[in-house]
């Protein structure tokens, strides 16, 4: 490509054997599925604020301001802090947990850190669905973030280490499909519960958590511990054969001596959050920052929280909205499982500057057509409310090819083991800081920016994708204990690097 935006000298391989075995399979399944939790919560908040009798019980304001008051704003009715509060409380509860779950996964394993989150995701399910005031509700909300973060924290670099590097891409990508398809249960199941007469479908929606919580925490308990992590206790002869089994060779000699060596390194090092900062881990921690702050910007969220609630803006009754919801996220899913199949063929750069451009036009069509047709009163021509689902559709599949797998698998895949951990973490708590943070303003912002929030979103995808085009260099198959060639061969993060080596030699 012009301009040496990419690795020069070709490929950097590993020579590596094995494939994808059953127990890879198996193994990589039972932990994903905590990916289940993460989404089923997503698509549950945003369904059950737009259900009425959710709405009468709890937040009063919101449902007289949607029912009763024509002088409020189609773009206002549903601004409430209190709801906002509702929806982002897990998320610095998440936040918080992360940097603990770090501890936790470093020290006493992936699986521990499994473990504890969807015990603790159990808890919070218990707590929503026997809500009876608006503060019992938040407390799940809290309980539900606390297990999210151990479990986002430590799946996505447990796949890492478990799977083949040529295969890595697609392994660690069922983390977001597993996202996915627990939006799409939630929005199944939000839609059929409210038509539930008495108005306690809610109570189902928020108590069912407890199921993939517990398909987790029942499977994490007879996991095996990742390679890396086996190694790093210093337990070498089972880890060859934890080797042997996961690739279906008895030639992983090479794979292990690459793993010992980078067990050694991280050894050395016992303040990984310190060590984060030093020069020479510099492009690990722009990518562990910047990925997923420019994650949330895309807007993705706005869609995974408050689908349901935008549908209604734009004039849907409450069983359209929630249907339309479910819709959206058939798309997503379906490009979740495209991207599993070609990321490890197309590349990581690729998919991240297509789906970057689908989602700028996306959000650019959105806007104009709010822009247009949905005034502060009155409601929009069914034909545009329908034009509105099947843009967001394609908004949708864009991320789901794109941002949302790979915001998981880059940082995780292009940190050396003794950083691992900690820009997991990172990763983690910066996606929970900015999700809080949309989740606590989008509504206001709708509210006043109106159709302009839209164009927002789009200046942020803009300079996101330019990012990546100029300094993210291409990581598939390409082995974790190798990764660091890539930033050696970067025509801008060499300088870094090289600075860093110079520096050190003269002292």
């Given amino acids: 490509m012009a301009g040496g935006f990419v690795v020069e000298g070709g490929p950097v391989?590993?020579?590596?054997?094995?494939?994808?075995?059953?127990?890879?399979?198996?193994?990589?399944?039972?932990?994903?599925?905590?990916?289940?939790?993460?989404?089923?919560?997503?698509?549950?908040?945003?369904?059950?604020?737009s259900m009425e009798s959710f709405l009468k019980r709890f937040f009063p304001d919101v449902y007289q301001k949607m029912r009763e008051d024509n002088k409020v704003s189609n773009y206002c009715r549903f601004d409430s802090q209190l709801l906002m509060v509702f929806t982002s409380s897990l998320y610095i509860a998440g936040l918080i947990a992360?940097?603990?779950?770090?501890?936790?996964?470093?020290?006493?394993?992936?699986?521990?850190?499994?473990?504890?989150?969807?015990?603790?995701?159990?808890?919070?399910?218990?707590?929503?669905?026997?809500?009876?005031?608006?503060?019992?509700?938040?407390?799940?909300?809290?309980?539900?973030?606390?297990?999210?973060?151990?479990?986002?924290?430590?799946?996505?670099?447990?796949?890492?280490?478990?799977?083949?590097?040529?295969?890595?891409?697609a392994i660690n990508n069922g983390f977001e499909l597993s996202i996915s398809l627990g939006i799409l249960f939630a929005n199944v199941l939000?839609?059929?519960?409210?038509?539930?007469?008495?108005?306690?479908?809610?109570?189902?929606?928020?108590?069912?958590?407890?199921?993939?919580?517990?398909?987790?925490?029942?499977?994490a308990i007879f996991l095996p511990e990742s390679p890396s992590f086996i190694i790093q206790k210093g337990n070498i002869e089972e880890a060859t054969n934890l080797?042997?089994?996961?690739?279906?060779?008895?030639?992983?000699?090479?794979?292990?001596?690459?793993l010992i060596a980078a067990s050694n390194v991280s050894r050395t090092i016992k303040h990984p959050f310190r060590n984060i900062l030093k020069r020479k881990y510099r492009p690990q921690l722009v990518m562990a920052i910047l990925i997923p702050f420019f994650n949330q910007l895309t807007g993705i969220n706005v869609i995974n929280f408050y689908a349901p609630v935008m549908f209604r803006t734009i004039g849907l009754k409450e069983s359209a909205s929630l249907l339309s919801a479910v819709v959206t996220r058939i798309f997503a899913t379906t490009a979740?499982?495209?991207?599993?199949?070609?990321?490890?063929?197309?590349?990581?750069?690729?998919?991240?500057?297509?789906?970057?451009?689908?989602?700028?036009?996306?959000?650019?069509?959105?806007g104009g057509i709010l822009f247009a047709q949905l005034r502060d009163h009155g409601g929009m021509e069914k034909e545009y409310a329908y034009?509105?689902?099947?843009?967001?559709?394609?908004?949708?599949?864009?991320?789901?090819?794109?941002?949302?797998?790979?915001?998981?698998?880059?940082?995780?895949?292009?940190?050396?083991?003794?950083?691992?951990?900690?820009?997991?973490?990172?990763?983690v708590a910066v996606l929970f800081l900015i999700t809080f943070f949309i989740g606590q303003t989008f509504l206001a912002m709708l509210c006043h920016l109106k159709a302009g929030t839209f164009?927002?979103?789009?200046?942020?995808?803009?300079?996101?994708?330019?990012?990546?085009?100029?300094?993210?260099?291409?990581?598939?198959?390409?082995?974790?204990?190798?990764?660091?060639?890539?930033?050696?061969?970067?025509?801008?993060?060499?300088?870094?690097?090289?600075?860093?080596?110079?520096?050190?030699?003269?002292?």
């Fill in 13 to 49: 391989t590993g020579g590596y054997n094995g494939r994808v075995t059953a127990f890879v399979v198996l193994s990589c399944i039972v932990a994903g599925s905590g990916g289940i939790l993460f989404g089923y919560d997503l698509g549950i908040s945003g369904g059950v604020t």
């Fill in 98 to 169: 992360a940097f603990f779950a770090s501890k936790v996964t470093r020290t006493l394993g992936r699986r521990a850190s499994m473990l504890i989150g969807g015990t603790v995701f159990l808890a919070g399910s218990a707590f929503g669905g026997a809500a009876v005031n608006v503060y019992m509700l938040i407390l799940g909300r809290v309980l539900l973030g606390v297990g999210l973060g151990f479990t986002n924290q430590s799946i996505p670099l447990y796949l890492s280490e478990m799977a083949p590097p040529q295969y890595r891409g």
């Fill in 190 to 219: 939000n839609y059929f519960v409210q038509k539930i007469h008495g108005g306690w479908g809610w109570r189902i929606s928020l108590s069912l958590a407890a199921l993939p919580a517990s398909f987790l925490t029942i499977g």
């Fill in 243 to 258: 080797l042997q089994r996961l690739r279906g060779t008895p030639n992983v000699q090479k794979e292990l001596d690459d």
């Fill in 336 to 366: 979740n499982i495209i991207a599993m199949v070609v990321v490890d063929r197309f590349g990581r750069r690729f998919l991240f500057i297509f789906g970057g451009i689908q989602m700028i036009l996306s959000q650019i069509t959105i």
């Fill in 387 to 427: 034009l509105v689902i099947i843009i967001m559709c394609v908004f949708v599949t864009g991320f789901a090819w794109s941002w949302g797998p790979l915001t998981y698998l880059v940082p995780n895949e292009i940190s050396p083991l003794e950083i691992r951990s900690a820009a997991q973490s990172i990763v």
């Fill in 455 to 507: 164009f927002l979103f789009t200046g942020m995808l803009l300079a996101m994708t330019t990012f990546v085009y100029f300094l993210l260099p291409e990581t598939k198959k390409v082995p974790l204990e190798q990764m660091e060639q890539i930033w050696r061969r970067h025509w801008f993060w060499q300088k870094i690097i090289e600075e860093d080596m110079n520096s050190r030699e003269m002292s």
